[in-house]
């Protein structure tokens, strides 16, 4: 009998945790597509065309709609828009960012 109970117990605990990932995710993701959404819109308009063929506007809307998706239409943490929303945020974070960082001389508050 305590078999019994210790097994109807494993799906309720499954699912708190799920909840607990899928907040997790959700925060980080949001919080990244925000501070990169920020960056970009303090940054000068001539220097991404310096770094790479989209210009700031354009980043601005991806940025924007990756911040749309995540928070607004809440897309599952494993769902295609979500993935495709982390990638430009990363891609943005990651290369576009420190490209306006060398433009700049690396002065600024956002590094």
Do not use: N
């Not at 919080?31 to 990169?36: F, G, P, Q, T």
């Not at 959404?37 to 354009?58: E, N, T």
Request: aromatic share 14%; charged share 15%; glycine share 10%.
């Amino acid at each position: 009998m305590a078999k019994l109970t210790a097994m109807a117990a494993v799906p309720i605990f499954y699912y708190d945790v799920r909840l607990v990932i899928e907040w997790v995710i959700f925060l980080v993701t949001a919080v990244l597509e925000l501070v990169a959404f920020v960056h970009c819109l303090f940054q000068r308009k001539d220097a991404f065309a310096v770094v790479g063929s989209i210009p700031k506007w354009g980043w601005l809307l991806i940025l924007g709609g990756s911040l749309f998706v995540t928070v607004v239409i809440g897309a599952s943490t494993v769902g295609i828009l979500s993935f495709l929303a982390l990638t430009a945020t990363a891609f943005y974070l990651l290369d576009v960012r420190i490209g306006l960082r060398d433009v700049s001389g690396g002065s600024g508050r956002w590094r």
